[in-house]
């Protein structure tokens, strides 16, 4: 998808894929949906892009249709991985770079530049997806049964297509530091970070925590919109409100870290607590086990832990670079009283005559 710039690389060389990865995956894509049309291919095809593993239950003679797990959502997870792809490098090249043409960023600048824009409308539309099945499934009205009804196995289409799409954007990001050309030295606390996405998430999604999750999704994707938005700002060069944006992160970020754990141990601790089981259910989906439980609570603080002491020691240093700043001003400060002291007295300082010495001649 992006223009070629100089001489075209060799076919399927390194540069090459990396130049046309976006219109060979959609290629790929397109294989998959075209195997829709023809009646000997579409049942393969549909595992790939359909909602797999669905339970129809009649009540009220009306069908209700709900969906739960299985390995047919590794296909389904697949395909969509290769549209994230996509996605993600049409939003490179017909939005970012265009904008990267205009602000001739840095190199530094302009890696944060495209990873905060193609992070943010990820962030902005997880807000909002998450936000939308909270308040149709009335799970805060029905706080309660967030535990009273656990384990809830099945799903429904669009919850179980959020968690898709979740799992699935996680997963097109280890490809995308290949695709991106991201920095050695940037990559492993940024593969630390996807890994740790996609197993909080996978967890998730095969444990019956669907709902759960949704809430604490939107609770720690706002202030990761935040930090991507304003950061944009920030490589853009508005400086005075990028620091009134950072500030808000900054105290949007530990409101959220506080508000996980609160959840986390009401819920899994408290609310799971008072309807576990000896032995973990595998025919119904029951893990509330106390051993589980604590497995749960302790990942999720741990993981809290962690991103507040890289957030405090990230404080420290941008403190500490300050520093040397205004340490080197003023000693360029003092060189030059010293200099303006030499020329008035005709030397050093240190040899200048004292009026006792001038008298005692």
């Known amino acids: 998808m992006r223009g070629k710039k100089g001489k075209t690389p060799p076919f399927l060389s390194q540069e090459f894929i990396i130049q046309n990865h976006g219109d ?19 049942p393969l095809s549909q595992i790939f892009i359909a909602a797999q593993h669905n339970i129809t239950k009649e009540v009220e003679d009306q069908k209700i249709i ?11 997870i697949f395909f969509y991985s290769l549209c994230w792809i996509v996605m993600h490098a049409i939003i490179q090249e017909y939005i970012l770079d265009k904008f990267n043409k205009r602000l001739h960023l840095s190199k530094t600048k302009l890696s944060k530049f ?4 193609n992070m943010l409308p990820f962030y902005l539309a997880s807000i ?12 805060l009205q029905n706080f309660s049964g967030l535990w009273e009804k ?11 297509f959020y968690f898709i799409l979740q799992i699935a954007y996680w997963i097109h990001c280890y490809p995308e530091l290949f695709f991106m050309k991201v920095r050695s030295e940037d990559i492993s606390s940024k ?33 990761e919109a935040l930090f991507a938005l304003t950061r944009i700002i920030h490589c853009t060069g508005k400086t005075e409100i990028s620091q009134h944006g950072f500030l808000v992160w900054a105290v949007t970020f530990v409101l959220a870290r506080l508000a996980t754990i609160s959840i986390a141990i009401l819920i899994v601790w408290f609310g799971l607590g008072k309807h576990d089981i ?12 106390q051993t589980v439980r604590i497995a749960w609570l302790s990942a999720i603080v741990l993981v809290q832990a962690w991103m507040a002491w890289n ?20 000693k360029h400060d003092r060189k030059k009283k010293d200099k303006l002291a030499e020329n008035q007295n005709g030397g050093s300082p240190r040899n200048r005559t004292s009026p006792r010495s001038k008298k005692k001649d």
């Not at 709900?66 to 389904?76: A, E, F, M, P, S």
């Not at 909002?128 to 799970?139: E, P, R």
């Open 128 to 139: 909002g997806f998450a936000v939308d099945q909270i308040t149709k499934l009335q799970i």
């Open 114 to 117: 495209n990873d905060s824009g």
């Open 66 to 76: 709900n969906y739960t797990y299985g390995w047919k959502d590794l296909c389904t």
């Open 24 to 42: 060979i995956v959609s290629c790929v894509c397109m294989v998959v949906m075209v195997g829709l049309m023809f009646q000997a291919t579409q």
């Open 311 to 330: 957030f405090i020691m990230s404080q420290v240093q941008r403190y500490r670079e300050s520093m040397p700043v205004k340490s080197k001003a003023d």
């Open 150 to 160: 656990y384990p809830q196995t099945e799903m429904s289409f669009m919850v179980k």
């Open 278 to 289: 000896g032995k973990i259910d595998i025919t119904s989906g029951n893990i509330n086990t």
């Open 191 to 223: 593969v630390t970070i996807y890994t740790l996405y996609l197993a909080f998430i996978s967890a998730a999604y095969v444990s019956s925590g669907t709902h759960i999750a949704l809430i604490l999704l939107a609770i720690h994707y706002v202030p």
